[in-house]
């Protein structure tokens, strides 16, 4: 029963620490291709140190057949877990090489052998046999098996530890899960080669998957960083992308600020801060080019924008703080909030005696008109807009009649 302890305790180890591969690792495997060759040996030597376990409760009793069975089964576990391992270190790596051509003829190898010996084995006593006592004997296969396994783990070894010397970053790690699994297996199989009634086998599996899930933990860890790292980029120029077109989308071509795209969005915001309650502290400056159609007439249309970009300069300018709008043809619009909505009436001040100036100057005209943001009146957006739009619209009407 002592022997079978180990078995036990290995199988409670194995599953509690390799849990989210044996159980959770499908949606990994989507990233992780390798994830699902690493099951597959995981479930190998699990089914490994059952036959292992049985091997212990059933020796030394008179249960002959059950014992060489189970034998015969345990012989085929380890042949498949070698094999299953050899197609995991390809997967892993994932080179096209020499190496993992050879290592991937050897796993084979090596699987059609040992079924070839147990088949042998059940006609003529070359693995093992049981004498009448139901006491275990090894035959000569049984070395000729431990030896080509302690090979293939020691050259794969010897391999892995001359690639390590040679590169650096994550493959570097991965060739160094391989050697140290490689060099743990070899170790313990030497030992089991000497003493065949003590599981240093499953001694050797229990400390080499350990130490593998350690690094695999770490090459995941790394491995997720990467992806993150490469979904966060993707993101990023998403973002910049979506902004760059959302730019484009609410900036008027001409003057470089706001649309009536952006214009009637934000409006449509403005509107439920009022609706809610929210909203305070808040102006709106209405403005327009005067005698733009005139100057479209007499001297075309270029002089027509050249006119609208000149006072969509002043009027951002003057509003620093404010988002100025160009809502038609000549028509612009600006929200004062903040410091702007403070200094609303020495900004007006400068921005009418920069009209004067331009007036006197033969330059760009604009009439305006402001008006605020009143709780107890304005129910919604177009209130307050049509305020200011009649302050504007009086505004260039004295403008017409001073210049008669």
Not at 151 to 164: D, E, G, N, Q
Not at 184 to 200: E, K
Not at 238 to 256: F, P, Q, S
Request: charged share 20%; glycine share 6%; proline share 1%.
């Amino acid at each position: 029963m002592y022997y079978s302890s180990i078995g036990i305790l290995a199988i409670l180890i194995h599953i509690i620490i390799n849990y989210d591969v044996l159980f959770h690792s499908a949606s990994k495997q989507k990233f992780q291709p390798h994830l699902s060759a690493y099951k597959s040996f995981l479930i190998s030597v699990l089914f490994y140190y059952v036959t292992d376990v049985l091997w212990g409760i059933f020796y030394g009793g008179n249960h002959k057949m059950i014992i060489f069975s189970d034998t015969e089964v345990y012989f085929a576990a380890m042949a498949v877990g070698v094999f299953l391992w050899t197609r995991y270190v390809i997967t892993y790596l994932n080179e096209k090489r020499v190496f993992s051509i050879m290592l991937k003829a050897a796993g084979i190898g090596f699987l059609i052998f040992e079924i070839i010996i147990l088949i042998i084995n059940l006609f003529f006593p070359i693995l093992f046999y049981f004498d009448e006592n139901a006491t275990y004997h090894a035959g000569k296969a049984r070395y000729i098996t431990l030896i080509l396994q302690i090979f293939l783990f020691m050259a794969t070894s010897l391999r892995m530890i001359a690639m390590t010397l040679k590169i650096s970053g994550n493959l570097r790690r991965r060739y160094r899960t391989i050697w140290v699994f490689g060099i743990a297996m070899t170790i313990f199989i030497f030992l089991q080669s000497l003493y065949p009634l003590l599981p240093f086998y499953a001694i050797g599996y229990l400390l080499g998957t350990c130490l593998v899930h350690t690094f695999i933990l770490e090459d995941e860890k790394e491995s997720r960083r990467i992806e993150l790292e490469k979904l966060l980029k993707v993101e990023q120029i998403r973002e910049k992308e979506l902004g760059t077109a959302r730019l484009m989308a609410y900036t008027d071509n001409l003057t470089g600020v706001k649309n009536k795209n952006a214009y009637l969005e934000d409006t449509r915001c403005l509107d439920k801060k009022i609706e809610d309650g929210a909203l305070s502290d808040f102006a709106i400056v209405v403005f327009d080019v005067n005698n733009l159609k005139i100057i479209n007439d007499t001297h075309g249309h270029d002089a027509g924008d050249k006119q609208i970009k000149s006072a969509g300069k002043i009027i951002c300018h003057q509003f620093t703080h404010s988002p100025v709008y160009r809502i038609g043809g000549d028509e612009f619009v600006a929200f004062l909030f903040g410091e702007d909505f403070k200094n609303r009436e020495s900004l007006l001040e400068n921005f009418s005696q920069k009209i004067k100036k331009n007036q006197a100057n033969g330059e760009v005209v604009i009439s305006f008109g402001m008006t605020e943001f009143n709780k107890s009146v304005d129910k919604n957006y177009l209130a307050i807009f049509e305020r200011a739009d009649m302050k504007m619209y009086e505004q260039k009407q004295k403008m017409k009649k001073n210049n008669r």
